[in-house]
């Protein structure tokens, strides 16, 4: 398992939690520029994927500071962002004062406390690899959706062809932990980002976790180059 800091014992959801309470107050600006801002484009090919069966209640998994939430403001649909980051929630409801459809609360995302089948959107945007047990992280969300409902995951990968893959590594390694150092003064949170990326499994294999879940009707958009996918998934009937 890869934690932010091997060398100690807390836990990996304890470390996660943390790092990202510390992070906080630089992660919008930090993601932008370690996205060169295609962050945008990505989070609304996530929303235009679940609003196609016209969702009533959504939830936004690891929502950080809420902004695949934030993506269905203008939309007739009750959205519920959760995350186990406080610091991070803070920073979402600053951002979604006056809205009445989003809402943000504290939550573990492998212990949940909403009622079984409750939404009809599940969505989580560079979240999965972050928890301390995907597969019960996996089970839960399945357990929350509606039976036939959708879940959306927005997660980095590694690009395949030789030449985008050496400078995908190029940037990830050097560049990111350096942003990471310079602007969020905290260059092992962004090494940890860096090397949880390269290690969790992308594409077909991340299907066949997704299949064992218990996920069905799985479909894979590689998008910039293979630096980033999204999953969309459904719950069976």
């Known amino acids: 398992m890869i934690k932010p800091d091997n060398s100690k014992n807390e836990s990996k959801k304890i470390q996660i939690k943390n790092m990202f309470n510390d992070i906080s107050s630089r992660y919008d600006q930090i993601n932008k520029m370690m996205t060169l801002n295609m962050d945008k484009n990505w989070r609304n090919i996530v929303y235009k994927l679940s609003m196609q069966n016209g969702p009533s209640k959504i939830i936004d998994i690891a929502t950080g500071t809420g902004d695949i939430a934030l993506c269905f403001a ?49 969505t989580i945007g560079f979240g999965v690899r972050n928890f301390e047990n995907l597969d019960q992280g996996l089970s839960e969300i399945k357990r929350v959706l509606r039976p036939g409902k959708k879940l959306i995951i927005l997660e980095t990968a590694v690009p395949s062809f030789f030449i985008f893959r050496f400078g995908y590594f190029l940037y990830t390694k050097l560049i990111v932990p350096v942003l990471g150092r310079m602007i969020a003064k905290n260059q092992q949170a962004y090494q940890y980002l860096s090397t949880s990326a390269e290690h969790f499994p992308h594409g077909k294999e991340f299907k066949m976790i997704l299949e064992k879940a218990g996920f069905e009707n799985i479909q894979i958009k590689y998008l910039s180059l293979g630096i980033v996918n999204i999953y969309s998934a459904s719950k069976p009937i």
């Open 74 to 122: 203008n939309d007739n649909v009750q959205v519920v962002g959760v995350d186990n980051a406080s610091m991070m929630l803070d920073l979402a409801n600053k951002k979604s004062m006056g809205l009445s459809n989003i809402r943000f609360q504290l939550e573990d995302a492998e212990n949940m406390s909403f009622d079984d089948n409750t939404f009809d959107v599940a």
